[in-house]
């Protein structure tokens, strides 16, 4: 598909508005999306552009995306990161920010964050932090992105302490979700991201777990079921952002899987080779199911029914699946003792009453959860 061949009214063009009174935005899904992005994010009305990116997206649409914004008038820099989990440091952060700060961005202006979840949450936290504050934009090339870290304004970066404990809540001006991008994504990465999807069906959407079931095939192979499942992952996380915007609440269900995935991702040192993100979701996910049928909260039928259509996908489900192990009892538990949602020191999870019927579950006795870790462990 040539420029020229795309238009501003794309007609296969995919809407979602995030109705956040005076930080309202849309989320645009659609495939060639990347090459009319000048002329969307120029009516934004800024007159330059920082574009944050990562040595493998880099090559492949950083010179589309700046000649896209440059055809527009705007002032563009690029600045190239290495790709990776361990790029979202404190380093990485004041290397963004003084980039940002050279290429002479104001509040006016936009930051660009090209890249998948990594590249988003550091770039939005560098974003929030410029000047008190600057624009941007994401433009998330991963499934995993597109579907979750782009939308309701997460960013920030890990620490040796946890993931995502160091940052803010700030709003992007813009998502553009070009699903054509997500032909260059390995395998590996598309099954990962798919986990999110997924993940919205298990919160509070049967009915979008079953059409999963049906057409997650034609996600993975770019027919026009893709535009819809991000669609409609970008619709359920941007109705409970609304709700809930700073996760006092209801928000906090998006985490469903993510207590066990988190600690995942840190007992494994961050390290992709071994585990990436939506892998740890995909077993976390599958865990806090079973984790609810063994407190007879959720019918044994819908855990295995659950785990079942992730290990058709090609996902993880188990911790033995975890390459190099997952580590003991008391490492879980500790890994898991840092999580955001812990207060007063008692960890609170979200559990399940069945498929669609996720609900925070607070004070979780640790007892349970480390009985129940020992037989995840030797399962």
């Keep these: 598909m040539t420029s020229a061949s795309v238009r501003m009214d794309n007609p296969s063009l ?75 440091s404190y380093a990485s952060l004041e290397r963004v920010c003084d980039a ?33 504050g600057v624009r941007f934009v994401q433009v998330p090339t991963t499934l995993l992105s597109q579907v979750d870290s782009s939308v309701g304004g997460k960013t920030g970066i890990n620490s040796r302490h946890g993931k995502n404990l160091v940052g803010a809540f700030h709003q ?5 979700a070009d699903t ?11 099954r990962a991201g798919y986990a999110e999807v997924v993940k919205y ?70 390290d992709s080779t071994r585990l990436v993100h939506g892998e740890g979701v995909a077993i976390g996910l599958c865990q806090a199911f079973r984790f609810s049928a063994s407190l007879d909260l959720c019918p044994p039928a819908d855990a295995e029914r659950v785990e079942a259509h992730l290990k058709a996908a090609g996902l993880p489900t188990r911790l033995s699946q975890v390459p190099g192990g997952c580590g003991t009892v008391d490492a879980l538990l500790d890994a898991m003792a840092q999580d955001k949602k812990v207060k007063g020191g008692a960890l609170t999870f979200i559990l399940a009453r069945g498929i669609g019927r996720s609900f ?17 462990i030797s399962a």
């Excluded at 040595?55 to 055809?71: C, I, K, W």
């Excluded at 992007?172 to 553009?176: A, E, K, Q």
């Excluded at 509070?204 to 079931?213: I, K």
Aim: hydrophobic content about 50%; glycine content about 10%.
């Design 201 to 270: 069906g298990l919160i509070d959407d049967e009915r979008f777990f079953s059409w999963c079931e049906a057409n997650w095939q034609g996600v993975f192979a770019g027919s026009p079921e893709r535009d819809e499942a991000v669609a409609q992952s970008c619709r359920a996380k941007a109705a409970v952002v609304v709700r809930d915007e700073h996760e006092n609440g209801d928000r906090a269900l998006l985490n469903l899987g993510h207590t066990f995935g988190h600690a995942l991702e840190k007992i494994t040192a961050y």
């Design 360 to 376: 925070i579950a607070p004070g979780i006795a640790a007892d349970e959860i480390r009985t129940f870790l020992a037989g995840e």
């Design 14 to 88: 995919i809407t979602v508005p995030v109705p956040l009174g005076d930080r309202a935005y849309e989320i645009l899904v659609g495939r060639g999306l990347i090459e009319s992005a000048g002329a969307r994010i120029a009516a934004l009305g800024a007159r330059a552009a920082a574009i944050v990116t990562d040595e493998h997206v880099e090559p492949l649409y950083a010179a589309t995306l700046a000649a896209s914004l440059e055809a527009q008038g705007l002032r563009v820099s690029v600045t190239t990161l290495p790709p990776g989990e361990a790029t979202k």
């Design 180 to 190: 054509a991008l997500l032909d260059s994504l390995p395998i590996r990465e598309m």
């Design 172 to 176: 992007p001006s813009l998502v553009i």
């Design 100 to 132: 940002v700060l050279a290429a002479k961005i104001e509040r006016g202006d936009l930051v660009v964050a090209l890249g998948g979840g990594v590249i988003g949450d550091l770039a939005g936290f560098a974003a929030a932090v410029v000047r008190r």
